[in-house]
């Protein structure tokens, strides 16, 4: 079987580790081609590229880690919508993103295999599109080995919190650092704790300083290694969104043995099995307390190792293989490719 894989999508960021995981495995199972030039995904006009570019491949298959499925590709496709944020209607531009959703999106969808990454993304992709239920699949994401090795500090001594600095609306950044600054302020030894913000300089660190938070560290360009040592290390995640597909973050730290505090959301219960508390993302006090409780909780070695085990990329992939495998028999027969 001949797939076409849309490797645009790989890049330093969530979905494009995701991509970089599944081409990787793809690549040992199937006869792959991939698309590697053309506009970006978020291009308007990418579903007719993409739907030429499928063709011109003469590919049985064409597979695209992220939401920019094409109607043209009919039921040969299958796509991941990793969430639903651009509904937000908070999100930039959000206008555009929600009409090309409900349009170009949602007719590839009607007939496309779709894959989301967790059961509250599938039910709202349900609600809002009734005519995807029934082929929409829930694959999560797993976690790299690095994160899987990786389980508090020698000594048992966590300090320090971390956030992820992505300023985007759903991401509730500047809420998170007022109540690190309200928790700051409760104690003047929790001032002695860096507080690491994953991501670019700016605006994290004005935001910070806006807020009132002390002792501020940038966490920029981390390898997997160097993130799971922090995450090894500290005392306690910071992940309070308003809206998320997945949350792997939450993954990454509970793997490691770090505590969460996370956003009171369906998808956060899902994800956080273990070693999570859960908040009011739009109460800086709730979330203040949420740090104290995190710290006070104690690691159960057993609901991590269950969760590690559960939540590998092979997994993930066999899951994905499996859907690939199904589609292929749905379609019809397929030309003969020598694997």
Same mark, same amino acid.
């Given at each position: 079987m001949r797939i076409?894989?849309?490797?645009?999508?790989?890049?330093?960021?969530?979905?494009?580790?995701?991509?970089?995981?599944?081409?990787?495995?793809?690549?040992?199972?199937?006869?792959?081609?991939?698309?590697?030039?053309?506009?970006?995904?978020?291009?308007?006009?990418?579903?007719?590229?993409?739907?030429?570019?499928?063709?011109?491949?003469?590919?049985?298959?064409?597979?695209?880690?992220?939401? @920019?499925?094409?109607?043209?590709a009919g039921r040969r496709q299958l796509f991941i919508i990793h969430d639903l944020i651009h509904f937000g209607k908070a999100e930039p531009?959000?206008?555009?993103?929600?009409?090309?959703?409900?349009?170009?999106?949602?007719?590839?969808?009607?007939?496309?295999?779709?894959?989301?990454?967790?059961?509250?993304?599938?039910?709202?992709?349900?609600?809002?599109?009734?005519?995807?239920?029934?082929h929409v699949g829930v694959v999560p994401n797993g976690i790299s080995e690095q994160f899987a090795v990786r389980c508090g500090v020698p000594d048992g001594k966590r300090a320090g919190l971390v956030l992820f600095g992505n300023a985007r609306w759903h991401k509730n950044l500047p809420a998170m650092l007022e109540a690190v600054a309200l928790w700051q302020a409760q104690g003047p030894e929790?001032?002695?704790?860096?507080?690491?913000?994953?991501?670019?300089?700016?605006?994290?660190?004005?935001?910070?300083?806006?807020?009132?938070?002390? @002792?501020?560290?940038?966490?920029?360009?981390?390898?997997?290694?160097?993130?799971a040592a922090l995450l090894a290390r500290s005392s306690a995640l910071l992940f309070c969104s308003h809206a998320e597909g997945f949350?792997?973050?939450?993954?990454?730290?509970?793997?490691?043995?770090?505590?969460?505090?996370?956003?009171?959301?369906?998808v956060m219960r899902e994800v956080g099995q273990c070693g999570c508390v859960f908040v009011d993302p739009k109460s800086t006090a709730d979330i203040a307390r949420g740090i104290d409780r995190a710290i006070g909780l104690t690691s159960d070695e057993q609901a991590r190792a269950a969760l590690v085990a559960n939540h590998s990329w092979d997994a993930s992939y066999a899951m994905v293989a499996a859907h690939i495998r199904a589609l292929a028999e749905a379609v019809g027969p397929l030309r003969t490719t020598g694997r």
């Open positions: 076409l894989f849309d490797s645009r999508w790989i890049a330093p960021h969530g979905i494009g580790r995701v991509a970089r995981e599944y081409r990787d495995r793809l690549a040992q199972d199937f006869e792959l081609v991939e698309l590697v030039d053309g506009p970006k995904p978020s291009s308007p006009m990418d579903w007719w590229f993409l739907g030429q570019a499928f063709r011109r491949s003469g590919a049985d298959i064409l597979f695209v880690p992220g939401y @920019n499925g094409t109607p043209l531009d959000g206008f555009r993103k929600r009409l090309y959703y409900n349009s170009i999106t949602r007719l590839a969808a009607a007939r496309a295999k779709v894959l989301t990454v967790s059961q509250a993304s599938a039910d709202e992709l349900g609600r809002r599109w009734p005519e995807t239920r029934g929790r001032s002695q704790d860096a507080v690491t913000i994953i991501g670019a300089d700016e605006p994290a660190r004005t935001l910070a300083a806006r807020a009132g938070v002390r @002792n501020v560290a940038i966490g920029r360009g981390l390898s997997d290694e160097d993130l949350g792997l973050p939450i993954l990454e730290a509970m793997a490691c043995g770090c505590p969460v505090v996370a956003s009171d959301l369906p």
